[in-house]
C-alpha cells in the first residue's frame, strides 16, 4: 500500500487529513440516508461539505498550492450563507406541517 | 349589296400602291436606323413618374380613410398629364422620326470586359420610337377616360376600397408605361411583371367573392407560365447575343442574320411567343381572360381589352428583327391567332353573359392581331390593336353601364330594349358604333384594319388558309356582336335587376344613388318598390361619346389609306423595329374566284359582316323564339347535338386542363400530403420526440419525492465511478508493479 500512495505522491501527513476526510463524508453520507430529521439532515450534507474543504487543504498541501486553502476560505463563506437559508427553509417548513420529518414533503414530485 | 362590295373593292385596290406596304417591302431590307441618346428629353421619366406619385397618393387616401373622391381626382390628373406630355413629344417629333434613347438611371451595370457578353447593362432607359408613341398614345389616353368612367361607376366603393381601386389602375399605368418605353428586356420584363400584378390585384378587387379571387388566381398562374417563357427567352437572348438592350440588340439580329445560330437560337422565338400567347390570351393560355371579368368594368375594358392584353403584340412587333430570322416561328405566330380567333369566336356566339360575349371577342380579334404578325404585316396588327383599344374599350364600358344601371344584371336574355329606356340613350347608340366597328362593318375603323391583315393573308399562297380562316371569323364575329345588341338594346322594353348587393331596397344604396344625383334620372319613384335603372351620369356618358369619338376618328388612317395617302399609323410604325416583318409584297394577280386579295378580302369581308348581322337580325330580333328552336333542334339531333353544348362549356379547355394538370397536380399534392404528414411528422419529428417521452416513462418510478432515495442512488452511483476508477487504477499501477 505504502509504495503505491508514494508513487502517487502522497506523504504520510496527507494521507491522514485525506483518510480523516473519507470518514467525515461518510458519516455524513450514512447521517443523511439513515436520518429523517430536517435539521440533522443539514447538519449531514455540512460535514460532507467540510470533509471536502478537509480534502482541499490536503491537496494543496501536497501541491504547495495556496489554492486549497482558498477554496475552503470560499466554501465557508458560502456555507454560513447557505446555513442561514436553509435553516430558515427549514422553520417555514416546520411552519406547515408541525414535523421535521423530510418523508411529509414526499408529493412535491408531482 | 353585291354592287356596293364591289364599289368598295374597286376603292381599295387602290390602296396598296400609294400605301406604305411598298415602302414597307424596301426598308424589309434596309438596316434599322440606330437609336441615338437624347438627354434632352429626360423629362419624358415624368411619364413614369407621374402614374407612381398618383399610386403613392392613392395608398395615403386609404390610409387615411379619405371619404370623397379624392384618389379618382389624383389619379385622372396624373394620367391626363402624361397623356399630354405623351402627346408634346409626339407633336414636337411629328409621326416617323428616328428612334432615340433617353437614360433616367443607372439600374443593372456591371462589365468584366466590355462589350458583348463581357457587360450586363440594363439600365431605366427609355426606347422611344414611334412603335413606342403609337402604344403610349392610346394607353395613357384611354387610361385617362376610363380612370374618369370609374370614378363614377365605383362610386358605391367610396372609402379604401375606392382608393384601392385607383391605386391598382395607377400601379397598372406604370407597369405599362415601363412595358411599352422600356430599352431594354429587363425594363420590359419589370413592366411585363407589373401589368401581371395589377390585372391581379384589380381582378381580385371585390376580394369577398370566391369567383373574383379565383379569376385572380386563375390569370396570375396561367400567366406565370407564359412568363416563364419570356424570361427564359430573355437569358437565351442574352447567351446569343450578348445585349438586352434593343439598340444594340437590332445590331446583332442583323448581324446574326448572316450567320447560323445553334438550335438555342431558333428558341428564342418561341420561348418570347409563350411569354406573348400567356399575356395576350392566346392559345393554349386563353382561359384565364374570360374569368377576369370577374374584375370590375372599367378594369376589363382598360387592361383585358384595350391595353395591358395587347403587350404580347407589341413584344412581337418589338422583337420583329429576330422573328424575321425564324420563319417558322412567324408562321406559328400566324397559325395560333387564327385558331384562336376561329375557336373564341365559336364560344363566344354561345355565351350569356354579355361581359363574357366581348371577352371571347377580345381574345378573337387579338387573334387577328397575332394573325397579322404572323403573316408579316406588323402595320396591320399595330392598326389593328389601335382601332380595337378604342372599340374594345367602347363595348366594355357600355356593358358596365348597363351593369351598373340594373343591379349587374348581363345576362342577354333578361335584358332588351335598352335604346327606350331612359338614360341609356347614350349607351345603346354607342353600344351600336363599338359592335358596327367590331363586325368591321364597311368603312369602319375595325373594318380597314382588319381588312390589312386579311389582305396581307391572302397575298401569300403560304398563308391563303389563314386568310380563309379569318373571313368565316369575321362572319362569327358580326353574328355574336349583334346578337348581343339586338337582344340588349333592340325590341321591347323588358329587363330584370341583377343579383348584385346594392339593390334600390337597400337603405345604403339609396343614401349613395339618390343623395348623389337627385331625381333627374328617378322620374319614376311612383312605382313603389319596383326596380329603376339607375341611369348613367355625366362621368360616364361623356366618356363614351369621347371614346366613340377616338373609335371613329381611328378609321381616318384606313381612309388615308384607301385615297393613296400616307397615313400616320403607317408612318408610326415604318420607322421602329416592327417594320421588319419578313412579309411579302401585296400581289395584284387574281389568287381565288378570279380576284385579287384586296378585292377578294374586300367582297367576302363584307358579306361575311352582313351576312352575320342579317342573322343576328332574323333569329334575335325579329323572331327571337328562333333562336331557341335552333338550340332545341341542334341539341335533340343526336348527330349535332356536340356543337351547341361544347360551344357553350367552351369546348370543354377548361375541363381539359383540370384533367391535364390540375388533376394530377392535386393528387400529387394529397399524396405529398399524406408523405408529409405520416412520415416527416408522424414518423420522423413526432418519432423521434416520443424517444425522450418514453424514457422518461420508464425512469420516473425513481423520481419518487423521498429524498434518502435520491441521496442513495447519488451515493450509490458514486461508489460505482469510484470502485470502476479504483479498479482501473489499481489494474494499471499493479500491472506496472
Known amino acids: 500500500m505504502t509504495p503505491l500512495l508514494a508513487q502517487a505522491g502522497l506523504t504520510q501527513g496527507v494521507t491522514v487529513a485525506l483518510v480523516l476526510s473519507a470518514a467525515l463524508f461518510t458519516i455524513g453520507l450514512i447521517g443523511f440516508l439513515v436520518r429523517r430529521n430536517m435539521i440533522l439532515m443539514f447538519l449531514c450534507t455540512e460535514l460532507m461539505l467540510q470533509a471536502a474543504s478537509i480534502a482541499f487543504i490536503a491537496f494543496g498541501r501536497m501541491r504547495e498550492d495556496t489554492g486549497g486553502q482558498t477554496f475552503v476560505i470560499f466554501i465557508l463563506t458560502v456555507a454560513a450563507a447557505e446555513a442561514a437559508l436553509a435553516l430558515g427553509l427549514v422553520v417555514l417548513l416546520y411552519r406547515r406541517r408541525e414535523t421535521l420529518s423530510a418523508e411529509a414533503w414526499q408529493e412535491l414530485h408531482e | 349589296m353585291t354592287f356596293a362590295a364591289s364599289m368598295l373593292a374597286h376603292s381599295l385596290t387602290l390602296a396598296p400602291g400609294g400605301g406604305g406596304d411598298a415602302a414597307h417591302a424596301s426598308l424589309a431590307d434596309a438596316p434599322i436606323v440606330a437609336a441615338t441618346a437624347d438627354p434632352s428629353l429626360a423629362w419624358m421619366g415624368w411619364v413614369l413618374a407621374l402614374p407612381a406619385i398618383s399610386a403613392v397618393l392613392c395608398a395615403l387616401c386609404a390610409a387615411f380613410r379619405v371619404k370623397n373622391k379624392l384618389p379618382a381626382i389624383c389619379t385622372v390628373l396624373a394620367l391626363g398629364s402624361a397623356f399630354a406630355l405623351v402627346l408634346k413629344l409626339y407633336l414636337a417629333r411629328g409621326p416617323g422620326a428616328a428612334p432615340v434613347t433617353v437614360h433616367l438611371w443607372d439600374w443593372m451595370n456591371f462589365g468584366w470586359g466590355g462589350g458583348p457578353w463581357k457587360s450586363f447593362q440594363a439600365d431605366v432607359s427609355l426606347y422611344i420610337d414611334s412603335l413606342t408613341l403609337l402604344w403610349m398614345l392610346f394607353v395613357t389616353g384611354l387610361g385617362t377616360l376610363i380612370a374618369l368612367y370609374a370614378s363614377e361607376y365605383m362610386e358605391a366603393e367610396r372609402g379604401p376600397g375606392y382608393a384601392r381601386f385607383f391605386f391598382g389602375v395607377s400601379v397598372f399605368l406604370l407597369a405599362m408605361s415601363a412595358l411599352v418605353m422600356a430599352d431594354n428586356l429587363v425594363l420590359l420584363y419589370f413592366g411585363w411583371e407589373g401589368v401581371g400584378l395589377a390585372s391581379y390585384l384589380l381582378i381580385g378587387f371585390y376580394y369577398r367573392k370566391p369567383s373574383a379571387v379565383a379569376a385572380a388566381k386563375k390569370a396570375f398562374i396561367m400567366n406565370r407560365v407564359g412568363d416563364l417563357g419570356l424570361a427564359v427567352g430573355i437569358w437565351l437572348i442574352w447567351v446569343n447575343y450578348g445585349t438586352v ?159 351598373h344601371g340594373f343591379a349587374g344584371q348581363l345576362d342577354l336574355r333578361h335584358l332588351s330594349g335598352l335604346r327606350r329606356v331612359p338614360g341609356f340613350r347614350i349607351v345603346s347608340w354607342t353600344m351600336l358604333i363599338g359592335c358596327l366597328w367590331l363586325s368591321a362593318f364597311p368603312y369602319s375603323a375595325g373594318f380597314f384594319s382588319k381588312d390589312l391583315i386579311l389582305v396581307q393573308a391572302m397575298s401569300s399562297p403560304r398563308f391563303q388558309m389563314l386568310g380563309w380562316i379569318g373571313l368565316g371569323t369575321a362572319a362569327l364575329t358580326a353574328y355574336y356582336t349583334f346578337r348581343v345588341w339586338f337582344r340588349v338594346c333592340a325590341g321591347p322594353v323588358a329587363y330584370a335587376p341583377g343579383d348584385e348587393d346594392h339593390g334600390h331596397d337597400d337603405p345604403a344604396h339609396d343614401a349613395h344613388g339618390h343623395a348623389a344625383h337627385g331625381d333627374d334620372a328617378h322620374g319614376h319613384d311612383d312605382h313603389g318598390g319596383a326596380f329603376h335603372p339607375h341611369a348613367p351620369r355625366l362621368a360616364i356618358n361623356s366618356v363614351l361619346l369621347l371614346i366613340c369619338a377616338g373609335a371613329i376618328l381611328a378609321g381616318v388612317p384606313g381612309i388615308q389609306a384607301l385615297r393613296g395617302e400616307q397615313n400616320w399609323v403607317q408612318e408610326m410604325v415604318s420607322n421602329s423595329s416592327a417594320v421588319r416583318a419578313a412579309g411579302v409584297d401585296h400581289v395584284t394577280e387574281p389568287v381565288a374566284f378570279g380576284m385579287d386579295p384586296h378585292k377578294l378580302v374586300t367582297v367576302f369581308g363584307t358579306g361575311a359582316c352582313l351576312g352575320g348581322i342579317a342573322i343576328a337580325l332574323w333569329i334575335h330580333l325579329l323572331d327571337r323564339r328562333m333562336a331557341d328552336r335552333l338550340r332545341t333542334a341542334l341539341l335533340s339531333n343526336g348527330l349535332t347535338r356536340w356543337l351547341p353544348t361544347s360551344m357553350e362549356n367552351k369546348w370543354y379547355v377548361d375541363e381539359l386542363y383540370h384533367a391535364l394538370f390540375r388533376l394530377p397536380a392535386w393528387v400529387t399534392s394529397h399524396l405529398l400530403h399524406f408523405f408529409d404528414r405520416h412520415f416527416i411528422d408522424g414518423l420522423l419529428v413526432n418519432g423521434l420526440g416520443r424517444v425522450p417521452v418514453a424514457m422518461g416513462r420508464l425512469f420516473q418510478p425513481l423520481y419518487n419525492g423521498a429524498l434518502q432515495g435520491y441521496a442513495g442512488t447519488m451515493a450509490g452511483g458514486l461508489v460505482l465511478v469510484l470502485a470502476w476508477v479504483a479498479w482501473k487504477w489499481l489494474g494499471a499501477t499493479g500491472g506496472a508493479a
Open chain 2, 245 to 403: 438592350e434593343f439598340g444594340a440588340l437590332f445590331q446583332a439580329f442583323d448581324d446574326a442574320a448572316r450567320g447560323v445560330g445553334g438550335w438555342d437560337r431558333s428558341l428564342i422565338p418561341f420561348c418570347l411567343m409563350l411569354g406573348a400567347f400567356g399575356k395576350s390570351a392566346q392559345l393554349p393560355l386563353f382561359t384565364w381572360l374570360p374569368d377576369a371579368m370577374e374584375g370590375p368594368t372599367p378594369v376589363s375594358a382598360l387592361i383585358h381589352a384595350a391595353t395591358m392584353v395587347t403587350a404580347g403584340v407589341y413584344l412581337i412587333a418589338r422583337m420583329q428583327p429576330l422573328f424575321s430570322l425564324h420563319p417558322d416561328a412567324m408562321a406559328t405566330v400566324g397559325w395560333i391567332g387564327a385558331l384562336t380567333a376561329l375557336l373564341a369566336a365559336t364560344i363566344g356566339m354561345a355565351q350569356y353573359d354579355i361581359k363574357r360575349v366581348f371577352a371571347y371577342s377580345t381574345i378573337s380579334q387579338l387573334g387577328y392581331m397575332f394573325m397579322g404578325l404572323g403573316v408579316g404585316t406588323a402595320f396591320g396588327a399595330a392598326y389593328h390593336v389601335f382601332t380595337h383599344a378604342f372599340f374594345k374599350a367602347l363595348l366594355f364600358l357600355t356593358a358596365g353601364a348597363v351593369m
